[in-house]
């Protein structure tokens, strides 16, 4: 079974530019989180989708959205970005909406913004 | 504001000893736990959760939980040079909540 996927896997932007980021889930996964790691601040949640419906949004700013689309497949973009945006991001899937359900991560897309 | 703690490490064993990591969390609702490891340049991957308090075992791999101290470990027996990577200690906070919060990880060294 393919794992989780991402693409892009790296990317430089600019200053003040959006990004849009994208992931496909396990096939037969309907939850997708996004996660944000950075060597300062870790792993940091971003948001999780369910059946295309946000259940959970974590605490960043509203540059950072996201959506779900009905085959499970995710989006998160980030607006304006700044210098502090550059991260790696991840996206993460699991089968169910049990919180028990292991998640699987994806290899990630380094943003850099300069 | 829920807190997972980890020491940053590194932490240093020589091959085939115990290599034991800790993880404190802030939320005593908190209902379900994981470790995670991630090897440098990859993304992470679950290696264990437990959801109760106790021991529980799998392989090499031994986590403990210990709710009323909010307190949760992984050993880790007969450590390989494999091993050497950072372990990432995860927590979800009460039921009906999915967010995973990460601590901030230890890094592990497995020395030949």
């Known amino acids: 079974k393919a794992g989780v996927t991402q693409t892009p896997r790296y990317l430089i932007k600019t200053r003040g530019q959006q990004v849009t980021l994208s992931c496909s889930p396990i096939s037969g996964h309907r939850s997708v989180s996004w996660y944000q790691q950075t060597p300062g601040q870790g792993l940091q949640f971003l948001f999780e989708?369910?059946?295309?419906?946000?259940?959970n949004k974590g605490n960043f700013p509203g540059r950072f959205s996201g959506r779900q689309f009905s085959n499970s497949r995710s989006e998160m973009n980030v607006s304006t970005l700044e210098l502090g945006d550059s991260a790696l991001y991840l996206c993460a899937s699991r089968r169910s909406g049990d919180y028990a359900d292991t998640q699987y991560f994806g290899p990630g897309t380094r943003l850099t913004v300069l | 504001q829920k807190e997972v703690e980890q020491n940053s490490g590194p932490l240093s064993v020589p091959e085939g000893a115990i290599a034991s990591l800790n993880c404190t969390y802030s939320d005593r609702g908190s209902q379900s736990f994981f470790w995670y490891r991630q090897y440098s340049g990859k993304s992470p991957e679950l290696i264990m959760s437990i959801y109760s308090n106790g021991d529980k075992e799998d392989g090499r791999f031994t986590a403990q939980l210990n709710k009323a101290s909010q307190y949760v470990s992984l050993l880790i027996r007969d450590s390989q040079p494999s091993d050497s990577a950072t372990y990432l200690c995860?927590?979800?906070?009460?039921?009906?909540?999915?967010?995973?919060?990460f601590g901030k990880g230890t890094k592990l060294s497995v020395i030949p």
């Open positions: 989708y369910f059946s295309e419906t946000q259940r």
């Open positions: 995860a927590v979800i906070s009460g039921a009906g909540s999915y967010q995973l919060t």
